[in-house]
């Protein structure tokens, strides 16, 4: 028998004990009688409860891979003739592959299924040979487009899930085949929080009730309808009765989504914004690379602080002035490491600082610690051609506002996301567009998360104001700024506030 603690990293079940959560759902069915409805992971049966609740007369088949969930519903529904409960992955199973195939044979499908459920790495080879075009490693994105290929035609299914499906980069073909096998009936933005015992972090939740259809041109003409602004989770009862006069309402033909870039379904997004994120002919990618940096495989081990008066740094050793190498040589010789005692060289870490970083931190690079990071599997010797060179870092994670600093010439972490223009008279262009409200709503928008992976960057549209002298403006306030704090002094709100300006005008917002 499997512990609950294995249990909960194997499975990641969230048990549904929300009465409004649960509601809402089944009232997005639309059952009738006779219907055969499908529960993909069915925990301790809630679902099923309320389903036939609903409707008495509705055959449920009911999969769970958790043995411990087996016992309990088969104990549960050992005396229910309609309810048939199966030992079994939804993911991998034969049967459910044969159904699959032939076209789908439920009515009616309605999950809550496991987020970041753990897998070994044989399954996850099984998962992308089964999927090639998903992410296998979040498993609710598999389950989802393997339920809506065991709808029948015009069949509905609803799924609570997070709502990353709806712009990152990892789900486009999910978005794809969501977009065009199905009429999105309504979507329901949520906080994680909303969810008993459920918390993310990295995103909210969603309920997302599609029915299938198998004409593309259908599909892609069809108004999907996405609601937020939920105040308390009582409130999904309002909506699932009609009763939605109140909450934040948008609609879009899901062409519209289509022919956004990746996708993507851009909410609460300023029509302006979306327009210029998805006709822009510049995109960061195009004139700059933007890669991740370096990580040692053991910080403990190889990173140094500049003073222990620098946050989060207890557990790092203080550096040694006389370790610091001051004379690198060339960028290609410090790609093999530094001879001799003086070997630490700066590294550009995560942190919200615009502009300018002095240097907080050290790493060894002397040649033994190089070659251990090249050949240690733990270790992250990526884009080392970028390292040591004239660029822009941006902090992969933020909390409201996208910043920038410049990295002149220093090495950079894999919490940093290197940006490196391939015209090296855009530099400080680009580095004091990157630290504008401008840029930040481009990048929220683009991703609503706090994170700025490479890939979103790549897509932020990049304008050039009309005149170069207002070009040459920008490059000059931003240089002053950093010459100032060099030298000691804050950002020069002024003069930032002219930079803010500027964009504001050129962008439009």
């Known amino acids: 028998?499997?512990?609950?603690?294995?249990?909960?990293?194997?499975?990641?079940?969230?048990?549904?004990?929300?009465?409004?959560?649960?509601?809402?759902?089944?009232?997005?069915?639309?059952?009738?009688?006779?219907?055969?409805?499908?529960?993909?992971?069915?925990?301790?049966?809630?679902?099923?409860?309320?389903?036939?609740?609903?409707?008495?007369?509705?055959?449920?088949?009911?999969?769970?891979?958790?043995?411990?969930?087996?016992?309990?519903?088969?104990?549960?529904?050992?005396?229910?003739?309609?309810?048939?409960?199966?030992?079994?992955?939804?993911?991998?199973?034969?049967?459910?592959?044969?159904?699959?195939?032939?076209?789908?044979?439920?009515?009616?499908?309605?999950?809550?299924?496991?987020?970041?459920?753990?897998?070994?790495?044989?399954?996850?080879?099984?998962?992308?040979?089964?999927?090639?075009?998903?992410?296998?490693?979040?498993?609710?994105?598999?389950?989802?487009?393997?339920?809506?290929?065991?709808?029948?035609?015009?069949?509905?299914?609803?799924?609570?899930?997070?709502?990353?499906?709806?712009?990152?980069?990892?789900?486009?073909?999910l978005r794809e085949f969501i977009l065009t096998k199905t009429k999105i009936l309504e979507i329901v933005l949520f906080p994680s929080s909303f969810f008993p015992g459920v918390n993310f972090g990295y995103s909210n939740l969603s309920i997302i009730t599609l029915q299938k259809c198998s004409k593309r041109d259908i599909c892609l003409e069809h108004i999907a309808r996405v609601i937020s602004g939920f105040n308390k989770v009582d409130e999904l009862v309002d909506v699932a009765d009609k009763h939605d006069n109140k909450f934040n309402i948008y609609c879009f033909t899901q062409k519209q989504i289509f022919n956004n870039i990746d996708h993507a379904l851009f909410v609460n997004g300023n029509p302006e914004v979306m327009n210029l994120i998805n006709k822009s002919s510049i995109r960061t990618g195009d004139i700059a690379e933007c890669v991740t940096g370096f990580y040692s495989g053991n910080d403990k081990q190889y990173l140094r602080v500049a003073k222990e008066n620098v946050k989060n740094t207890s557990k790092y050793k203080v550096i040694n002035s006389n370790l610091i190498c001051n004379n690198y040589g060339t960028r290609e010789d410090l790609l093999d490491g530094i001879e001799g005692n003086k070997c630490f060289v700066p590294i550009i870490k995560g942190g919200g600082i615009k502009f300018y970083k002095s240097n907080l931190w050290f790493i060894d690079w002397s040649k033994e610690a190089v070659k251990e990071y090249k050949n240690s599997k733990k270790a992250r010797f990526q884009n080392s051609s970028f390292y040591f060179k004239e660029g822009i870092g941006?902090?992969?994670?933020?909390?409201?506002?996208?910043?920038?600093?410049?990295?002149?010439?220093?090495?950079?972490?894999?919490?940093?996301?290197?940006?490196?223009?391939?015209?090296?008279?855009?530099?400080?262009?680009?580095?004091?567009?990157?630290?504008?409200?401008?840029?930040?709503?481009?990048?929220?928008?683009?991703?609503?998360?706090?994170?700025?992976?490479?890939?979103?960057?790549?897509?932020?549209?990049?304008?050039?104001?009309?005149?170069?002298?207002?070009?040459?403006?920008?490059?000059?306030?931003?240089?002053?700024?950093?010459?100032?704090?060099?030298?000691?002094?804050?950002?020069?709100?002024?003069?930032?506030?002219?930079?803010?300006?500027?964009?504001?005008?050129?962008?439009?917002?």
């Open 1 to 173: 028998m499997v512990s609950q603690a294995l249990a909960e990293k194997i499975y990641k079940s969230f048990y549904t004990k929300s009465d409004p959560i649960v509601y809402y759902m089944v009232k997005m069915l639309n059952l009738s009688t006779n219907m055969t409805v499908f529960e993909p992971c069915a925990g301790d049966g809630v679902f099923i409860d309320a389903v036939l609740k609903a409707v008495p007369s509705c055959l449920m088949v009911a999969f769970e891979l958790n043995p411990n969930a087996i016992k309990t519903l088969k104990v549960k529904y050992r005396n229910n003739r309609i309810v048939n409960i199966v030992e079994g992955d939804t993911l991998t199973d034969p049967n459910l592959l044969w159904k699959a195939n032939a076209g789908g044979v439920y009515d009616r499908i309605i999950a809550n299924p496991p987020y970041g459920g753990w897998q070994d790495y044989r399954k996850r080879k099984l998962l992308k040979k089964l999927f090639p075009t998903l992410y296998v490693k979040e498993t609710y994105s598999v389950f989802l487009y393997r339920c809506i290929q065991l709808l029948k035609e015009n069949g509905i299914l609803t799924f609570i899930i997070p709502d990353t499906y709806l712009n990152l980069h990892m789900h486009t073909k």
């Open 394 to 509: 941006v902090p992969m994670i933020s909390s409201s506002q996208i910043t920038a600093s410049i990295l002149e010439n220093r090495l950079f972490d894999q919490s940093i996301v290197g940006i490196f223009p391939k015209d090296r008279s855009l530099l400080f262009y680009l580095l004091a567009f990157f630290n504008t409200p401008t840029c930040n709503k481009l990048i929220r928008t683009i991703n609503p998360s706090a994170n700025n992976p490479a890939n979103y960057i790549k897509k932020i549209p990049v304008l050039f104001p009309s005149s170069k002298s207002i070009q040459s403006e920008i490059e000059g306030l931003t240089k002053n700024i950093i010459a100032e704090m060099k030298e000691g002094g804050g950002l020069d709100c002024k003069k930032y506030k002219r930079i803010i300006e500027i964009f504001f005008d050129i962008y439009g917002f």
